[in-house]
């Protein structure tokens, strides 16, 4: 995966054809809840059960390929984040390229549920440089569930993306990618060897410690955790306390939704070392996204947030 080069254009024209005719975005989520939900299951190209790897590789268009995975939280309220990335991912590309802060960025969507309740607990998409990343996006399954115990299967994603990911940056260079996990909740308090079977399909025996999981991730990947003002844990010092003692100053608190793309693309820029946060935020402003700039700003600059400004340039 990762050839090919996006078309905003062809991206926008889209969005029309759809909007004109009645369909749905998100037109996998429509299919399956006209199914009953026993048969609910993720799109063939997202199932993570067999899965083998999910590969970010140089090409001849894209000879630096920078891997970036976001994973959203599709559980409850969360799953309007999907839907606002969706609607501005030309946006988040334009961001990365146009205004030099990523080379070749190769995009992986995926969404997390609750492997205890859920029916699609986990989906990973593939890397992409192209508008295939728009069409793997809106193949998402919205299931909405959770269990309405105040953690998902974060852990259960964490494992995928440092088990099952094989990317040229940290190949061929020593380059860590980024992830972004976006949600409300706490992972749960232990990674279960059942979870990884039924859902993966390693064949994993004993259960894995939280913080061991995310120790070996963070070897090749920038972690972020974003958490969205749209629940009411948006304020919780616990799930702070949780994200903050796993990644640091890495955990961050956005308080405008709309500004998830944004924050993606500034905190990327700011981390390879390609701008800084004055000029970002400036940037943000450059292309309309006046409010966002301001969401952004907070989230970067303290306020008691997370991050302060990034120290850049790290591989």
């Not at 309309?288 to 700003?297: I, L, Q, T």
Request: proline share 3%; aromatic share 8%; hydrophobic share 35%.
């Amino acid at each position: 995966m990762g050839y090919g080069h996006w078309d905003d254009t062809a991206y926008r024209a889209a969005k029309t054809y759809r909007a004109g005719r009645g369909i749905d975005d998100f037109g996998y989520t429509a299919q399956m809840r006209d199914q009953p939900y026993s048969s609910w299951k993720a799109h063939p190209d997202l199932d993570p059960f067999g899965a083998g790897t999910r590969e970010c590789r140089d090409s001849a268009d894209h000879g630096n390929s920078l891997p970036i995975a976001v994973l959203f939280d599709v559980t409850g309220s969360m799953g309007q984040v999907p839907i606002i990335m969706q609607d501005k991912l030309g946006k988040l590309h334009g961001l990365l390229r146009s205004k030099g802060y990523a080379e070749d960025p190769q995009l992986l969507f995926g969404a997390i549920g609750d492997a205890d309740t859920d029916r699609v607990p986990l989906q990973i998409g593939q890397f992409e440089s192209d508008n295939r990343m728009d069409e793997q996006l809106r193949d998402i399954l919205l299931e909405g569930g959770g269990g309405g115990q105040k953690s998902e299967s974060y852990e259960l994603a964490a494992y995928f993306m440092a088990t099952h990911i094989v990317t040229d940056a940290w190949e061929k260079r020593r380059k860590r990618g980024y992830l972004f996990l976006i949600g409300d909740e706490l992972n749960k308090s232990k990674l279960a060897s059942r979870h990884i079977r039924a859902v993966i399909g390693d064949h994993v025996r004993t259960d894995v410690s939280v913080e061991s999981v995310y120790r070996e991730l963070a070897e090749r990947w920038h972690i972020y955790y974003i958490l969205p003002k749209q629940s009411n844990y948006y304020d919780d010092p616990e799930i702070a306390a949780h994200w903050r003692t796993l990644l640091g100053q890495n955990f961050v608190k956005l308080d405008d939704p709309a500004a998830v793309c944004e924050l993606i693309a500034l905190t990327i820029g700011l981390e390879e070392n390609r701008v800084d946060l004055d000029t970002g935020l400036a940037d943000l402003r450059d292309i309309g996204s006046v409010r966002e700039a301001s969401a952004v700003g907070k989230a970067l600059g303290g306020d008691g947030a997370g991050m302060k400004a990034l120290p850049g340039g790290s591989s």
